[in-house]
Structure formats: structure tokens, C-alpha cells
């Protein structure tokens, strides 16, 4: 089984450059979120979907954009990316209901020099 | 606002022993906790998933409790080996109809376990 997958797991980009991260999961999950994990910070919550046509902000959204086209697929878009914008950007899925266990992606090294 | 902590930051043993991680969390109205282990480099793994209305639960030398009304959860690893050598979350989700899936994280505690 894949579960979440995410691509690329490395990237460099320069000052206004932008990118899409993409996110895709194969277990017919609702809800689908990004992180981004920074030293000494955690894990912050940038968008979240609750299901397919449906997003909404996190804690952290400032420069993200994110659709949800289909149950599957959950891209997280960089408008112009930022040096604040290096992190390690995390993918990840859960049912609506029930025991909401959430699955994570690899993750994607993003530079922004 | 929920926080989250874990204690202790770091943490080194020697292999053989039990240990237990702390998760601390301020308000109690939580829908469940999860734990996760996460490798360098490496994405999330859940290891443990809590509901509000349970008290524990095991898998293999992993034993998680959760005490909400005083905000605590532990994650028990017995017999411990130097594969367990990783950073250990916990994450708290949200209790109501907009926050339910919204996990609030601890900083985790990097675990290192020597031979």
C-alpha cells in the first residue's frame, strides 16, 4: 500500500520563485493537511481539507495556497517563495470519523536561497 | 489555546531499560492523542492512537495511558534497544466539529539508546 506520498522530497528554490509540493494519498481519506516542521517550533498546521472542494487556514498560512480537486490529491502551492519558507513540509491523511489515526508522508527538504 | 509538552527534551539510556516519555497538555477538552516515533530525515510514524474515552492502549513493548482531567499522557517503552533511537511525538486533536482533526504537537523528546 502507498498511503501518503509526497513529491519532491528535495527541492531548492530562489527568492520569488514559485513551486507546488504534492501530496496524494491512496486510502480514501477525508481529511488531508500540510505541516511544516522548524527547528525549535514543531510542527504548524498550514491548510487543512476536510473533503473534496473544501480547504481552509491553518495556523500558518501566509504565502500557501492549497486546492482539493479530488479525494486523493491535496497540493500545497508557493506563491513566491521566501527564505522563511525553508522547512521540512509534511503531507498527511485521516479519516473524518471514527479513530482519526493520521498518516504522514516522507516529507519534502525545501531550500529557498 | 492548546499546548502541548513533553519532557524531557533528550534523553540517553542504556539499552535494557524502561523508560517512559511525558506529554503534558493544557485544556482537556481533547478528541484523541496520538504518539509518533520520526527518524532523521525521515517522515511520521504513528505508534499509538489514544481516544478521548480510553485509558491506554499496548502495542509490543509500547504502552501509552492518557489521564485528560489532568492532561497527561506517557508512552511506556519497555525493554528498550537501540533501534527505538529516534524523536518521539506526541499530538493532541481538537474536541469539536471544526478542530477534531487539527493535531497540536509537543517539540518531542529525542531518545537515544545505547548498546
Known amino acids: ?113 | 489555546k492548546q499546548e502541548v509538552t513533553q519532557i524531557p527534551a533528550a534523553l540517553s539510556v542504556p539499552e535494557g531499560e524502561n523508560l517512559v516519555l511525558n506529554c503534558s497538555f493544557t485544556d482537556s477538552a481533547i478528541y484523541n492523542l496520538q504518539w509518533f516515533r520520526q527518524d532523521p530525515g525521515k517522515g511520521l510514524t504513528s505508534l499509538l492512537l489514544i481516544q478521548s474515552s480510553q485509558r491506554e492502549q499496548t502495542s509490543g513493548r509500547l504502552n501509552a495511558s492518557l489521564d485528560k482531567s489532568s492532561g497527561r499522557s506517557t508512552l511506556y517503552i519497555a525493554a528498550s534497544q537501540p533501534g527505538d533511537s529516534a524523536t518521539y511525538l506526541c499530538a493532541v486533536g481538537g474536541n469539536n466539529a471544526g478542530n477534531n482533526r487539527k493535531l497540536i504537537w509537543g517539540l518531542g523528546t529525542s531518545l537515544g539508546v545505547n548498546p
Request: with cysteine.
Open chain 1, 1 to 113: 500500500n502507498a498511503g501518503v506520498t509526497q513529491t519532491p522530497k528535495f527541492q531548492v528554490l530562489k527568492t520569488g520563485q514559485s513551486m507546488t509540493l504534492q501530496c496524494a494519498q491512496d486510502m480514501n481519506h477525508e481529511y488531508m493537511s500540510w505541516y511544516r516542521q522548524d527547528p525549535g517550533m514543531g510542527l504548524r498546521l498550514i491548510h487543512y481539507s476536510v473533503g473534496a472542494g473544501i480547504t481552509d487556514q491553518g495556523e500558518v498560512p501566509n504565502g500557501y495556497n492549497v486546492s482539493r480537486s479530488t479525494t486523493e490529491d491535496f497540493p500545497l502551492r508557493l506563491l513566491s517563495a521566501a527564505p522563511s519558507q525553508t522547512s521540512v513540509y509534511f503531507c498527511a491523511s485521516s479519516y473524518s470519523g471514527g479513530r482519526a489515526e493520521a498518516f504522514f508522508g516522507q516529507g519534502t527538504r525545501l531550500t529557498v536561497v
